[in-house]
Every structure is written in structure tokens, then in C-alpha cells.
């Protein structure tokens, strides 16, 4: 063909000349909101790659986004929040392919903004971080908080984010969960384990902990996956304590959610009892009338997130060996309720036997309550050097160096930044353990 005739071929199909097709544009699927302190994220979730650009515009305060040649799959809608720096979104075509998005806000702000590509069962995001002015920290504020002996990081990381392991420590308030020989009850032993993983969480170094739960209240299976979600979690963890009519029972299970059902009678059974509180005390139910939880939990068939789940619950049974015993050496499948996260790796730790009276006394104890808290964060170490997402600090993080603090071991720094002594050693040229304080060490990152 003739160029001409090639230009007229390409027109008549819409690709040259013409605004693109409906079908070409980026579709805007929906955009999701959290607030942490000052800072509100929004998460446009989309179909494709865009381009976008943005402006403030003041009295009112706004900020507009436009994402280049894109389109909302559907109407945008924020849930509100009174403590989200925004009041309400609007959202309009604009320039016939482009979409216009107005965020009415409360007060002034300062915007980050970034893309990730798409991971796992993420697809491509934009990401908003707005804080509101007055509680905008300086630059040199924040690398002033963050220097509590981190490695300082360079500008380039700055949008770099952390991995958040959402933390959810079973039953609460008027559902004691299960109760041991001796009183103990289950809702107290896991939220002290989950509170002791949870400050591992936060001082490992591209982490970040959420606790779903933070005190002695109930709050329904849904509840808890809608704040996983809000927080923008990479995994859910839910901790328990196992019980069973046969006082000897004991160790620990690691259960992941089955779409086919359980993987055992006994998996069945204890998925029965866990939901059952929901159930009971007037949560969602499962299979009655609300069918919207039904469809979420449909989508989650999708086998990248199963996937992940499954690598995360291998990493922490492996862990927990080290701890005492596991009852079973393979990831259990069962039907939890609450580990019906779309799009979030969950998994369910039952940590011991409270009905073994003897499991029920180490349940009680600081020292296996910190031993457990320890194997659980090596086991989520283990996972996220292979499964953390683009856009991490621990993903993407350039190589990075550590200040040596007076009683830091060389062996302890190199399990710190999960590292072999060897790689530690090899990378600065250290042949022996003597280094001193103030010493500047330098972390490999291999990617
Ligand atoms: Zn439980």
C-alpha cells in the first residue's frame, strides 16, 4: 500500500487523526484513600500505564489531577474520613481523552506523587501523598527522625516506601476466643504477641507494622480486611491460639485460605470455630444475604495472591521449627473468613495450643511470646527479600551503608539487613569480627 492509502487504512480503524477509542484509554478503576497522621494517601488503581500532571489551586484549596488519555471505569468515590486532609472528589473528561480529577480539600497541602508498576495482584498505580502543611516536616526533620541509627538514605529513596505488614491479633472484647485450662484467654495472649511483632516490625528497616486491633474490643472479620486494606498492607497476618478437646495436642499451624475448601477435617473444624464469632456476634454473615462480601471474596481467585500466601506461610513454619514444635511441616488450607483479602498474601499463625496446659503456660510467657515474635519476623524477612513489590525501600533500595553503634556485632548487623556474615564481611573488606563504633558499614543490595 501506498502511504496515503496506509494513513487512510490506519484513520478508518481510529488509531490516526482521530481521538483514541474509548477502549485505548487508560481505564481509571478506582482510587482508594488512608490516612496516616498528617498525610492522606490516595491510590488510583488502573488498567494501564498514564501519564498525569498536577496543580493546586487555593480558596478553596484543591488539587487537580489530570491523567493523560484515561477514563473512570466508574464513578470515583471516596468513603469519608474526618481525618483526611480531603473533603470530597470530583471528576470530569476533559479535552475529550483526558481525565480531570478536583480533591476538595480541608486545609492546605503539600502533594507526592508517584507511579508503581504493576505487581503481584496490584495493577498500575498512582499514588497521592498529601500532607497537610502544617504538619509537612522539613527535610531535615524527617532525616532527623529516621536517624535512630538507620542507615541515612538518599534523596533518591525517598519515594520509596515501606512494606506494611498488617498485624491482626484475633477475637477481642466480647468474644474471648478460645480459654485455656488455666483462664487464660486467647484475645489477651495473641494481641501481646501481635503487639511484640508488631515493635519488631517497626524498627526492621523498610517495614512498617499496622495493628488491625489495638486494645480489648471486638471488631467483625470484615472490619478487619477493610483495614488491612485501607492501610495498604503487603500481607495480613492474623495470630490465634489453637484449641482442641485432646489436652496433649500441641504446636503450631499456619493456615492460608483455600478457595477449594479445607485441606484437612481438622482445618475445616477450626475455620468453623474462627469464623464462628463473626457469625454469632452479628458480623457479616458469610452466606447469608450480603452478597458484596461474596463477590470480594470471589476476585480472590486469583492465584498470585494464593501464591504469595502460600510463600509466606512455607517462610514462617520454617521459622517457627526453630520456636518448638509445628504440628504439621505443610501449609494447612482452610476457609478463614478472615483471610479472605482479595489482594492482600494473608495467612492465619495459630501460635500453640492453648489447651495443652503446658502450651497455655509458654502462650503466657515474655520469653516464647518474644521467641515466636522473633521466628514470625525472620519468616516475614525470608518472604519480602523475595516477594516485596516494586516501589520498596526493601524491593529497591540502593545500596546502603549502617553507622556501627557501640555493642553492635558484625553478625548481628549482617541478620539485621538479612545477609550473610560473608557478603557483610566481602563487601568491606573486613576479614575478621573487630569493628568499632562510629564505623560506617556498607549494605550490598542485590536486587
Ligand atoms: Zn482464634
Avoid: C, W
Avoid at 490516612?35 to 496543580?55: C, H, I, K, N
Avoid at 483526611?84 to 473528561?93: C, D, G, K, L
Avoid at 509466606?312 to 504440628?327: D, Q
Wanted: hydrophobic fraction near 35%; charged fraction near 30%.
Amino acid at each position: 500500500m501506498r502511504r496515503r492509502q496506509v494513513l487512510r487504512a490506519l484513520t478508518a480503524l481510529g488509531l490516526v487523526g482521530l481521538p483514541l477509542p474509548a477502549l485505548a484509554r487508560t481505564g481509571v478503576e478506582r482510587v482508594r484513600m488512608s490516612v496516616d497522621g498528617d498525610t492522606t494517601r490516595l491510590v488510583f488503581d488502573m488498567d494501564g500505564d498514564a501519564e498525569y500532571s498536577m496543580f493546586k489551586l487555593e480558596s478553596p484549596d484543591r488539587l487537580v489531577v489530570d491523567i493523560k488519555n484515561a477514563r473512570a471505569v466508574d464513578e470515583l468515590k471516596l468513603s469519608s474520613n474526618p481525618r483526611s486532609v480531603v473533603e470530597s472528589i470530583r471528576h470530569a473528561p476533559r479535552d475529550g481523552g483526558d481525565l480531570r480529577v478536583v480533591f476538595d480539600l480541608r486545609k492546605p497541602i503539600e502533594p507526592r506523587s508517584f507511579k508503581l508498576m504493576p505487581a503481584q495482584d496490584s495493577p498500575h498505580r498512582l499514588v497521592l501523598d498529601l500532607t497537610s502543611r502544617e504538619g509537612a516536616p522539613t527535610q531535615s526533620a524527617r532525616e532527623e527522625s529516621r536517624d535512630n541509627g538507620e542507615p541515612r538514605r538518599g534523596r533518591s529513596q525517598e519515594d520509596l516506601r515501606d512494606v506494611v505488614v498488617a498485624i491482626d491479633a484475633g477475637h477481642g472484647g466480647h468474644d474471648p476466643g478460645a480459654i485455656g485450662p488455666g483462664g487464660t484467654r486467647e484475645k489477651d495472649v495473641v494481641l501481646q504477641i501481635s503487639k511484640r511483632l508488631a515493635e519488631r516490625v517497626d524498627n526492621e528497616r523498610g517495614m512498617k507494622a499496622v495493628m488491625i486491633r489495638t486494645g480489648d474490643y471486638f471488631l467483625p472479620l470484615r472490619e478487619r480486611i477493610e483495614r488491612a486494606r485501607e492501610a495498604d498492607a503487603d500481607v495480613f497476618m492474623s495470630i490465634h491460639a489453637d484449641a482442641i478437646a485432646n489436652r496433649n495436642v500441641q504446636g503450631s499451624s499456619v493456615y492460608m485460605l483455600s478457595e477449594r475448601g479445607a485441606s484437612s477435617e481438622a482445618a475445616r473444624f477450626l475455620a468453623q470455630r474462627e469464623n464462628q464469632a463473626d457469625l454469632r456476634l452479628g458480623g457479616v454473615p458469610i452466606n447469608g444475604k450480603d452478597d458484596s462480601l461474596t463477590n470480594v471474596l470471589l476476585d480472590l481467585a486469583q492465584s498470585g495472591s494464593l501464591e504469595a500466601s502460600n510463600t509466606l506461610a512455607e517462610r514462617m513454619i520454617s521459622e517457627l521449627h526453630r520456636v518448638g514444635k509445628v504440628r504439621k511441616p505443610e501449609v494447612e488450607r482452610a476457609n478463614f473468613a478472615v483471610l479472605r483479602s482479595p489482594d492482600v498474601p494473608s495467612i492465619l499463625v495459630e501460635a500453640a495450643f492453648i489447651s495443652n496446659p503446658s502450651e497455655e503456660r509458654k502462650l503466657r510467657s515474655t520469653d516464647f511470646q518474644n521467641s515466636l515474635a522473633d521466628a514470625l519476623l525472620t519468616g516475614l524477612r525470608s518472604y519480602f527479600s523475595t516477594h516485596a513489590r516494586p516501589g520498596t525501600l526493601i524491593a529497591d533500595g540502593q545500596p546502603d551503608q549502617h553507622i556501627i553503634r557501640p555493642g553492635e556485632t558484625l553478625s548481628g548487623i549482617a541478620d539485621r539487613y538479612s545477609l550473610s556474615l560473608a557478603d557483610l564481611r566481602s563487601a568491606n573488606d573486613v576479614s575478621d569480627d573487630r569493628i568499632y563504633a562510629g564505623q560506617v558499614l556498607r549494605i550490598p543490595r542485590d536486587s
